[in-house]
């Protein structure tokens, strides 16, 4: 696997990344995600997944739909030239520079939202195909773009990483807001950080075991976000996972 550090000003991700490639498998890939995290300990990585163009795509109106890109009472003077044009501010982000911009946007908008909007939402883990999500599990790697990268965010959450690629659009799915609520969630009271986003999915790894009445108040908390029915096979297949597998894989979108 190589990975290349790219530096360069991006209008899709306000940070420093790795471009990811020629990956044999998924474990190799967590194997380069924590020697990262461990030499790097005042950022946190996000691993790009499933369909990295459109992913950008969503991210782009996401942002514009929800004003992320909002520089109203910050001090531009200092910003480096190629955020602006003709004298003036782009009118959006597109350099690592201008991500405390961004943070402090999606921390205001953060603060307006909670675990039962996850919850109201009522996404679909499974519903149109109910073998998707058990695939997904089986095989991470498969959800992986042709084009991945490791995001390197200056945060010291990992739920904060999405400042850097916030998504979340069609008013069916997730917002970047909810998406952040869930990956805290998930994290504060059950030890699985977020470590990757893409199109529909999420991905967080499992930091810590877990004995058998945490692992059921995690399949009942899914419960509660998903509007899936969560009769025993469902039940079953989610305490495989968690019990089995590094990596939980999960959507936002339906």
Not at 8 to 20: A, H, I, K, N, Q
Request: proline letters at 5%; hydrophobic letters at 35%.
């Amino acid at each position: 696997m190589n990975l290349e550090y790219i530096d360069s000003p991006g209008e899709d991700f306000l940070c420093e990344r790795y471009r990811v490639t020629d990956i044999n498998s998924f474990e190799e890939l967590l194997t380069a995600y924590r020697e990262l995290s461990a030499s790097h300990p005042d950022h946190r990585f996000l691993l790009t997944l499933d369909d990295l163009g459109q992913a950008c795509y969503t991210s782009m109106h996401s942002k514009l739909s929800h004003d992320l890109d909002n520089t109203d009472g910050f001090d531009l003077s200092k910003l480096p030239p190629e955020c602006f044009e003709e004298g003036e501010h782009k009118g959006y982000l597109s350099h690592k520079d201008e991500f405390p911009i961004r943070r402090r946007n999606m921390e205001a908008k953060l603060k307006e939202h909670t675990l039962a909007d996850v919850i109201a939402k009522g996404v679909s883990l499974n519903e149109d195909a109910p073998e998707d999500i058990e695939d997904v599990n089986a095989d991470p790697l498969s959800i992986l773009d042709a084009e991945t990268y490791l995001l390197k965010v200056p945060v010291t959450a990992n739920h904060e990483t999405l400042f850097a690629f916030p998504n979340g659009y069609f008013t069916s799915d997730l917002n970047p807001f909810e998406n952040a609520i869930l990956a805290k969630h998930l994290d504060d009271h059950f030890g699985y950080q977020l470590i990757g986003l893409g199109a529909s999915y999420l991905a967080f790894l499992k930091t810590k075991p877990l004995d058998d009445n945490a692992i059921q108040k995690l399949i009942d908390t899914l419960d509660q976000i998903y509007r899936d029915e969560f009769d025993e096979e469902m039940r079953e297949m989610l305490r495989g996972f968690i019990v089995g597998n590094p990596v939980l894989v999960l959507k936002y979108t339906e």
